[in-house]
């Protein structure tokens, strides 16, 4: 395996970026290859096998393009297709999840939040959480529809936006949470609207350092990290209409040189072919 190879990253849209941001912080030399699976989203409310043959499919992708490890930016993916993941394929894998755990430790009240989309909150995977690190808190899982959609569209600041917000975020609150989970990586482009919303004693917690964190030591572990002295150049693919992401990532303040669309088999788990703009050397 080549420590120059890009690491691979995923989700249904700008969401996963949130997870990229924090990558690129701690790894700067890292080279990223970004998938935005616009064609398949919104994730949250479809059938979990859906979603998993989407993740499996995009993950081979992302091997065939050459990517030394894989990053599920998506907790939905998370959700629906991690251990599918972890069964098809050898690199390091680093998967989001709510981080029930450091808010369990962060509370004050005993009463956390969770945010995320639909099949997140009703997943195996999420029980798992809460039954592992809910012994001593309580922890209030909040299915948020229409949100990712409002990210998606840039509402970052529309009425709409806040008002569906505080529709999920103020039983939480009234029923006494102090800290909550953003446990869908599109929420954190909503920090700033929800900071307003709850105000500066609620701690909010979002696990994309961390996950850059165990990046870091996964790849190091494998000695892959790339040499300090790459360029960690950034590319990103879509499988719905590249100048849209462009666009929607320009919004945020990210430029990005390359973006291409590509169309996603959905037929197997066998890797394919790659279009010749993705299969530059770094
Ligand atoms: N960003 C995804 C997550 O972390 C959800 C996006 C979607 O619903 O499409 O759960």
């Given at each position: 395996m080549d420590r120059n190879a890009p690491v691979g990253l995923f989700d249904?849209?700008?969401?996963?970026w949130t997870v990229l941001r924090e990558i690129r912080r701690e790894l700067p030399a890292e080279a990223l290859l970004y998938v935005a699976d616009a064609a398949g989203a919104?994730?949250?409310?479809?059938p979990p096998e859906f979603i998993a043959a989407r993740a499996l499919a995009i993950a081979h992708w992302l091997r065939a393009a050459g990517a030394k490890a894989l990053v599920v930016a998506c907790n939905t993916a998370t959700s629906a297709a991690v251990a599918q993941l972890r069964d098809q394929h050898t690199v390091p894998i680093v998967a989001i999840e709510p981080a029930v755990k450091p808010a369990a430790l962060l509370t004050r009240s005993g009463i956390i939040g969770v945010l995320a989309t639909s099949l997140t909150v009703a997943s195996g995977n999420f029980s798992r959480l809460r039954d592992a690190h809910g012994g001593n808190v309580t922890i209030l899982a909040q299915a948020c529809p229409g949100l990712v959609e409002q990210v998606e569209a840039g509402a970052l600041d529309a009425p709409h936006t806040r008002d569906l917000l505080n529709r999920y975020v103020a039983p939480l609150l009234a029923q006494g949470a102090d800290t909550l989970v953003?446990?869908?990586?599109?929420?954190p482009w909503l920090a700033p609207m929800l900071r307003e919303l709850v105000g500066s004693e609620v701690v909010v917690v979002d696990p994309a350092p961390a996950v850059a964190r165990e990046l870091r030591r996964r790849l190091t572990l494998a000695a892959?990290?790339?040499?300090?002295?790459?360029?960690?150049n950034i590319r990103a693919v879509t499988t719905g209409d590249p100048q849209r992401l462009r666009e929607q990532l320009a919004r945020l303040g990210e430029v990005v040189s390359e973006i291409v669309g590509i169309a996603l088999p959905?037929?197997?788990a066998r890797p394919f072919r790659q279009p010749q703009s993705v299969t530059a050397q770094e």
């Amino acid at each position: 395996m080549d420590r120059n190879a890009p690491v691979g990253l995923f989700d249904s849209g700008i969401g996963g970026w949130t997870v990229l941001r924090e990558i690129r912080r701690e790894l700067p030399a890292e080279a990223l290859l970004y998938v935005a699976d616009a064609a398949g989203a919104p994730y949250g409310d479809r059938p979990p096998e859906f979603i998993a043959a989407r993740a499996l499919a995009i993950a081979h992708w992302l091997r065939a393009a050459g990517a030394k490890a894989l990053v599920v930016a998506c907790n939905t993916a998370t959700s629906a297709a991690v251990a599918q993941l972890r069964d098809q394929h050898t690199v390091p894998i680093v998967a989001i999840e709510p981080a029930v755990k450091p808010a369990a430790l962060l509370t004050r009240s005993g009463i956390i939040g969770v945010l995320a989309t639909s099949l997140t909150v009703a997943s195996g995977n999420f029980s798992r959480l809460r039954d592992a690190h809910g012994g001593n808190v309580t922890i209030l899982a909040q299915a948020c529809p229409g949100l990712v959609e409002q990210v998606e569209a840039g509402a970052l600041d529309a009425p709409h936006t806040r008002d569906l917000l505080n529709r999920y975020v103020a039983p939480l609150l009234a029923q006494g949470a102090d800290t909550l989970v953003l446990a869908c990586t599109h929420f954190p482009w909503l920090a700033p609207m929800l900071r307003e919303l709850v105000g500066s004693e609620v701690v909010v917690v979002d696990p994309a350092p961390a996950v850059a964190r165990e990046l870091r030591r996964r790849l190091t572990l494998a000695a892959l990290l790339a040499p300090a002295q790459a360029a960690g150049n950034i590319r990103a693919v879509t499988t719905g209409d590249p100048q849209r992401l462009r666009e929607q990532l320009a919004r945020l303040g990210e430029v990005v040189s390359e973006i291409v669309g590509i169309a996603l088999p959905l037929s197997g788990a066998r890797p394919f072919r790659q279009p010749q703009s993705v299969t530059a050397q770094e």
